[in-house]
């Protein structure tokens, strides 16, 4: 996650930025907004297995719909839905047999997040998730078998939920955004899906490009 890391920072600086530069655009603080998001994502499985090493990280996306709903100047709720797609790579070791397994989940998300207004134009977030399992499949190279595989979604929880916070600038209806969300839910649901993940749950970094259309 070191790429995301570095993109908080940078983001970091904008938000700092854009708060000692602030647009005249005063009102686009009081009203409702609506809109589309999307962008890229940069998601890992966070689990205790002695059998898994080398993880990396999965490259996807998300998108969706957001609304903004002002109480007060300072303060607003932002609910959003979203396609996202999430897991990881890793590789195995089991009784001898070596391999690689790439994990790829994808859910409906729905982030409800308390917004803090830093002015016109910067704002910082922090609430809940929750997701559903849309589907899911795994890559596999190695002594087990190579190729690509749906998994049966009844191994893996359909319904996730976390924690997710970060920032956003608009500038006019146009907003740039970083966000992280982590899982508190395991991914796990079977005796084999836990035996490959054991505890696992979902992290994932999100940098976002959106419109408001109002």
């Keep these: 996650m070191k790429k995301v890391r570095n993109s908080c920072l940078a983001m970091g600086l904008l938000t700092v930025g854009a708060w000692l ?12 907004r609506a809109g589309l998001k ?27 719909i957001y609304a903004q709903i002002p109480a007060g100047d300072f303060f607003a709720i932002q609910p ?4 996202t797609t999430k897991g990881a790579s890793a590789n195995y070791n089991v009784v001898g047999f070596q391999g690689r397994n790439t994990f790829r989940l994808n859910y409906a998300e729905l982030p409800v997040l308390a917004t803090f207004k830093l002015g016109n134009t910067a704002e910082i977030q922090a609430g809940p998730y929750a997701a559903y399992l849309l589907n899911s499949n795994i890559s596999s190279n190695g002594d087990l ?18 924690v997710a916070g970060g ?48």
């Design 21 to 32: 530069l602030q647009p005249a655009d005063a009102t686009a603080q009081s009203r409702v």
């Design 38 to 64: 999307g962008g890229f994502n940069a998601s890992s499985l966070f689990y205790e297995n002695a059998n898994a090493a080398d993880r990396k990280e999965r490259y996807g996306f998300h998108g969706g």
């Design 80 to 83: 959003e839905l979203l396609y």
């Design 145 to 162: 078998g190579t190729g690509l595989a749906s998994l049966n979604r009844d191994a893996f929880n359909k319904f996730d939920y976390g």
């Design 167 to 214: 920032l956003n600038l608009f500038f006019g209806k146009a907003l740039i955004g970083l966000r992280y969300g982590q899982g508190l839910q395991k991914i796990a649901n079977s005796t084999a899906s836990r035996a490959v993940l054991g505890n696992a749950r979902n992290g994932v970094g999100m940098i976002s490009v959106g419109f408001s259309i109002n």
